[in-house]
């Protein structure tokens, strides 16, 4: 059984902000195993389903709470569930990352992201999945906080839906065959 968490923010001001991709990765993953989402007393929507029959349980969840506090909802989650951290799956946005591309990592620090400082802060340790969602570095001079928080672009909303289906299906081969198969595949330029 894994823990698959998508960061972003909520409410529908946010939806289709680049901060959110985490979360939109994550809802293309539940229509992916027809799972619907639930309110949970962890302080998050959830939804279970399966990557095949008899295959890996996936737990997909979707806190409540602004991105920089989204490490209670996660920690009390994995301790709901009974899970290890190394069970734990974290879709996010990435600014270092080329828009148009994801990536695999296990381990390593925040880099800067408020949402991963604060599951790390949460759970004591960083030690955990992370599925890295490319938006790319801010134009010219604009401000990283303003330009998470603002939506794609006309070309970037074209491209995005085959961005979040490789997300989704990155968190997915992690749960069935591992960061070392998933890195492989999304990791590597061809």
Not at 37 to 52: I, L, W
């Amino acid at each position: 059984m894994w823990l698959v968490v998508g960061l972003g923010n909520p409410g529908p001001d946010y939806a289709a902000h680049r901060h959110n991709v985490g979360q939109m990765a994550l809802s293309i993953l539940a229509d992916d195993l027809s799972a619907s989402f639930v309110s949970h007393k962890a302080g998050a929507q959830v939804a279970t389903g399966f990557t095949s029959p008899g295959g890996a349980k996936l737990i997909l969840a979707m806190p409540n709470s602004y991105m920089n506090l989204s490490g209670k909802a996660t920690a009390a989650l994995l301790k709901f569930f009974s899970l290890e951290l190394d069970r734990l799956i974290v879709l996010h946005d990435e600014l270092d990352i080329d828009f148009d591309d994801v990536r695999v990592k296990f381990g390593g620090g925040h880099g800067g992201h408020n949402g991963l400082r604060d599951i790390i802060a949460a759970t004591g340790s960083n030690e955990f999945a992370r599925v890295r969602i490319g938006i790319g570095r801010p134009p010219g001079r604009q401000d990283s906080a303003d330009f998470v928080l603002s939506p794609f672009t006309r070309a970037e909303r074209d491209a995005l839906p085959n961005v979040l289906v490789d997300a989704s299906d990155a968190a997915r081969l992690i749960a069935t065959d591992g960061v070392p198969a998933a890195q492989q595949k999304f990791n590597t330029k061809i």
